[in-house]
């Protein structure tokens, strides 16, 4: 089967290449096509991949284009993982908001909305010559603000495109590995939006072991969402919350953290990885690869416990370092694909079409629950409502990307203020309006939505 990745020049590459190396299953990807608008990043990561398949007899082939059709034509799988604006423009997205005296985060938030302004319109052309030379694809989206980016996509791919995101599935492994059980035999209980979600039980061979899990001091503090969110607050809400709600519970405190530190995740990303791309352009083989992983190990994993405090969020990262060969969303895509292709039916979180699976949601709202894969595709499962404080939060953050998707397609001004001034995290409506001003000033993308007063 052929893959391709949009966005083929980024960071977490490697890791889907090193699953697809492990994969020995009888329908495998055989052809990798990597597309990205900058040549030198693809060089780069052609460079690392090729280190990668030493050795490897049947290595899937990877070939690079800067033409997206060449990537896409016939394609069985594409994965979607774009930048758009580039790290330049998550800096915008935090800055214009901090600037504000609002939360500056790269998909919470107004950042989130900025970002997804300038990319819906990128992956709804994407999403159409998909249909064109790949009619029979499943496109795996990982281009955030995620949820907003696929619930675009379906109208024009339907459920052929699902959006990913490895918090979910990062949560129950550390759930999984704090209680001492095997993953395989845990299922959670999760309801939400993409990053706006939240874990109601986890169940070992059916009985619920989070009752436990919160009432035990030292368990509850080993977990990255203790020590983030406090026992007390996750014993009083009595769930574990997706850890972007950190951004909502505390938002007081995040706002502070991020005033005060010297410099946003956007700012020390951006220096890391040009110094990456400049360094790997004159190293070859091997040294590609190792500089690669050195990079790789000196992301903090837990930025949001290092908001908290230098001490906490080096002690976390001591746990939960990212590891070069860590699965994160290339283990689910891989078993996305393995289920679709192979039939080899497999449960996990993914923002899917709500359908009837929330009933506070519009049916063609993309909502991230428990979902099974097989060969016929996308089967939510069954859940129990959210509670009223959650199905709120959904509700009024689902309004807000669907005017944000609707500004997008449209070009709106009108949409577009409404959905700055409504996000829970911005408390005045003049804020909204100088959010999305600011926006526009600062980043051409964004511009380029509202130029000539707005497309149809
Ligand atoms: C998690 C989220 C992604 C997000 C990423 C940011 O993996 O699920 O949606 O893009 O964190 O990580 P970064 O290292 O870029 O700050
Ligand atoms: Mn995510």
Redesign the pocket.
């Known amino acids: 089967m052929k893959l391709a990745i949009l966005g083929g020049g980024g960071f977490r590459v490697p890791y889907v290449y090193q699953a697809l190396l492990r994969d020995r299953g009888s329908r495998r990807i055989e052809q990798v096509w990597l597309h990205d608008s900058d040549e030198g990043r693809l060089d780069a990561m052609a460079a690392v991949l090729a280190t990668l398949a030493d050795g490897v007899p049947d290595a899937p082939k990877v070939s690079t284009t800067v033409d997206p059709d060449r990537a896409l034509e016939g394609a069985d799988f594409v994965f979607a993982a774009v930048r758009v604006g580039g790290l330049a423009g998550r800096v915008c997205d935090e800055r214009v908001a901090l600037d504000l005296d609002v939360l500056g985060q ?2 919470t938030g107004p950042g989130g909305l900025a970002y997804g302004l300038r990319t819906i319109p990128v992956m709804l052309d994407i999403a159409h010559r998909v249909k064109a030379l790949a009619p029979d694809a499943y496109v795996i989206n990982f281009t ?1 603000p ?1 949820g907003m980016i696929t619930e675009a996509m379906q109208g024009v791919l339907g459920d052929r495109v699902l959006g990913i ?3 979910p599935s990062g949560l129950g492994t550390r759930v999984a590995a704090a209680l001492g059980l095997d993953p395989a035999r845990v299922r959670l209980d999760y309801v939400g939006l993409n ?1 706006l979600g939240w874990m109601r039980r986890i169940l070992h061979d059916g009985v619920d072991v989070l009752p436990a899990l919160l009432a035990d001091d030292d368990l509850l503090g080993s977990l990255e969402e203790g020590v983030v969110f406090g026992r007390e607050w996750l014993r009083d809400l009595g769930v574990i919350p997706n850890e972007y709600l950190y951004y909502y519970y505390f938002n007081r405190e995040a706002v502070r953290a991020t005033l005060d530190a010297p410099q946003t ?1 956007g700012e020390f ?1 951006l220096k890391q990885q040009s110094a990456f791309y400049e360094r790997i352009a004159q190293a070859s083989g091997g040294a590609a690869l190792e500089l690669w992983r050195e990079t790789v190990r000196s ?1 903090s994993a837990s ?1 949001m416990a290092e908001m908290k405090g230098a001490e906490t969020g080096q002690a976390l990262d001591e746990h939960t370092a990212i590891d070069p060969v860590d699965e ?2 290339a283990g689910v895509a891989l078993s996305v694909m393995g289920a679709i292709s192979r039939n080899e039916r497999a449960t996990m979180i993914l923002n899917v079409r709500n359908g009837s699976t929330v009933a506070a949601l519009p049916p063609d709202a993309v909502v991230e629950v428990p979902v099974t894969v097989d060969a016929n595709g996308v089967h939510p499962l069954v859940l129990d409502q959210p509670d009223l404080h959650q199905t709120g939060l959904m509700q009024q953050v689902k309004a807000v990307e669907r005017l944000t998707i609707s500004a997008a397609l449209t070009g709106s001004r009108t949409d577009a203020a409404k959905a700055f001034g409504l996000h829970p995290l911005v408390d005045s409506a003049a804020v909204g309006r100088r959010l999305l001003d600011g926006y526009i000033d600062r980043i051409p993308e964004v511009a380029a939505v509202f130029a000539n007063g707005g497309r149809s």
């Open positions: 790269e998909t955030n995620a995101c490895d918090t990053h995740r990303l992301r930025y994160g969303y």
